[in-house]
């Protein structure tokens, strides 16, 4: 038996991680915000588009944009709170939920049937091309995903 062989499974979910982090931060700042990166932005309340309380993002979300759920427009609005309102560090939410996504798909498919159809499961979310693009967005996609 080799040494890779005897490795555990989850010690290849790292590498894929660092990976799929890689895709996405390569990208935080490669082009210019978008229309619906805008939409995002006003309808958190943020930059020059607020500043918002939580409620007054509710109704904004209600009014404005009723098929969308406020949950994403409350996080991005308290995360660039955390981080500022330049547009790499609120793209970064995406990355992060993105790689809790990957971690956790992981994780679910281990808990269910075996840790390999969870690596295999990782691995087909991480190299998604679709997905790779998604974790530089400012949009819900990720969160989605995550949730």
């Known amino acids: 038996m080799s040494r890779l062989q005897r490795l555990p499974v989850w010690v290849w979910i790292i590498p894929l991680l660092l990976l799929v982090c890689w895709l996405g931060a390569r990208s935080l700042d490669a082009d210019s915000i978008w229309g619906d990166e805008y939409f995002s932005l006003h309808d958190a309340g943020v ?4 500043p918002l309380s939580p409620p007054g993002i509710w109704n904004r979300v209600a009014l404005g944009n009723p ?21 790499p560090a609120l793209r970064a939410m995406s990355l992060f939920f993105g790689l809790l996504a990957v971690a956790w798909t992981y994780r679910l498919g281990r808990d269910l049937l075996s840790a390999r159809v969870g690596l295999f499961a990782a691995i087909i979310l991480g190299t998604s091309a679709f997905y790779a693009h998604f ?3 400012m949009r819900v996609y990720t969160l989605f995903t995550f949730l």
């Open 135 to 137: 974790l530089h967005e």
């Open 47 to 50: 930059s020059y588009f607020g």
């Open 67 to 87: 098929w969308h759920a406020p949950g994403f427009f409350l996080a991005l609005n308290a995360w660039s709170r955390l981080v500022g309102a330049n547009v």
